[in-house]
Each structure stands twice: as C-alpha cells, then as structure tokens.
C-alpha cells in the first residue's frame, strides 16, 4: 500500500516568516499534486510536478520533487494571512488510477 | 465552464436511513472519483467510475456503500441504513483522461447523522 506522510501536522507562524512542509513516502510516484483547501470548500490544485528534482515556482510558494521521486516539499516565503489553510499533498498510485492523499498540514499565518 | 457540481451541500439523515450524494462533473470529463474526508484528515479514496462502469472500488466498504455514474445524469454515491460512523465530508472529483492526472474537486457534500 502506498502511503503518504505529511509533516508537520500542524504549523502556526507570524506573517512574514518563510516555512517548509514535507510530503513523504516509501514508494515511488509517477506523479505528485499539491492542493489547498479552505474550510467548507474542496481541494484546489496548486502544482503538479512529474520528474525527479522538479522545481516549480506559483508565486512566493516553491515545490521541488525528490530526486527519487518519492518525496516532495513546499515552501513559502514571506507568509501571508492568505497563505492559511490545509495543505494537501497527492501521489498518483502504482496501477496510475487514482491519487492518493496525505494527511494535511494545517498551516495558520498569524497578522 | 461550470466546475464539479455536488449536491447537497449538506445532508442530515437519522441512523438507518438511506443517504444520496450527487455528483455532476466538469463538462467534457467522464471520469469520477468519490473520497472521504473526517475532520482534520486527508482524504481517502473510496471509489473510481467511469460512465456506466466502476473501475476500482477498492476503498469503499463493502457493505451498505454503493455508487453508480449511468449513461445520463450525475454520479450517485448510496449510503444505505446509514450510521453515526458515516459522519463525514464527501468530494468528487472528475477527470477528462485516466486518472493520475490533476483532478477537479467539487465543494463536497457534509453529511452528519443523528
């Protein structure tokens, strides 16, 4: 079974301060997604990265892929109130039917 | 273009009764997937369907949960003799290809059991 773990679970800083949360696992994906999710709304797709050591820039948000494929990280500069949200990170699973989530970082950016 | 479509936005059923989610997808896909998601939680994957077909269930229960996208109308997610545990958000999401690829989430159904 391929699985997903997301740290931290929780992470609450002061607006301006740069942060990392990390999407790791065991197996290899093909692809990886990272999604935003609000309160009351469904997922949206931030980035989709595909090729070991991917880096790909949306704004103040950087995510990179593993080289091996197996892991993947966000970072944000300069953190907004804005930024404050669950931070969902999907893997595309072996047999590339369905993706597969973590369990979410809570992020909360203090004014 | 209208994004995923889920209805109802919220649902109240009493223990033992039967539950409908609706799920109308992006127009052009024909690719649906349910998940689930409990408060502070990911979200886990129950079943994969394509028009008139169910590709992978593997993460629905296998009792008292079924689901259906026929030829016309939305995707159906059936929750009979429902019970507190049921207690949860459910999203669709549609794909115009295979899945593996970025999908479109509607804003979900809450489903909360007395």
């Known amino acids: 079974t391929q699985l997903l773990e997301q740290s931290p679970q929780f992470l609450s800083i002061q607006e301006g301060e740069n942060l990392t949360v990390y999407c790791n696992s065991s197996s290899v994906f093909s692809s990886l997604q990272w999604y935003r999710q609000e309160p009351g709304e469904g997922p949206v797709l931030l980035v989709t990265?595909?090729?070991?050591?991917e880096v790909k820039k949306l704004k103040r948000l950087t995510f990179q892929f593993g080289d091996a494929r197996k892991d993947s990280s966000l970072h944000i500069t300069a953190a907004q109130p804005g930024d404050t949200g669950l931070y969902l990170c999907?893997?595309?699973?072996?047999?590339?039917?369905?993706?597969?989530f973590g369990s979410g970082t809570r992020l909360s950016i203090r004014p | 273009n209208a994004g995923v479509m889920q209805n109802p936005r919220h649902l109240v059923r009493r223990r033992g009764q039967e539950a409908r989610l609706r799920c109308s997808p992006m127009?052009?896909?024909?690719?649906v997937y349910w998940y689930r998601q409990l408060p502070e939680e990911g979200l886990k994957f129950m079943v994969y369907l394509q028009k008139e077909n169910i590709i992978d269930e593997s993460g629905m229960p296998k009792e008292r949960f079924s689901a259906e996208f026929p030829k016309e109308g939305p995707s159906i997610l059936r929750i009979q003799q429902v019970v507190r545990g049921d207690s949860a958000a459910y999203f669709c999401a549609s794909s115009p290809v295979t899945g593996g690829q970025p999908q479109h989430f509607g804003d979900g159904t809450r489903l909360s059991i007395l």
């Open positions: 999907a893997g595309a699973d072996s047999s590339a039917s369905k993706i597969i």
């Open positions: 127009k052009g896909h024909s690719h």
């Open positions: 990265v595909v090729t070991g050591g």
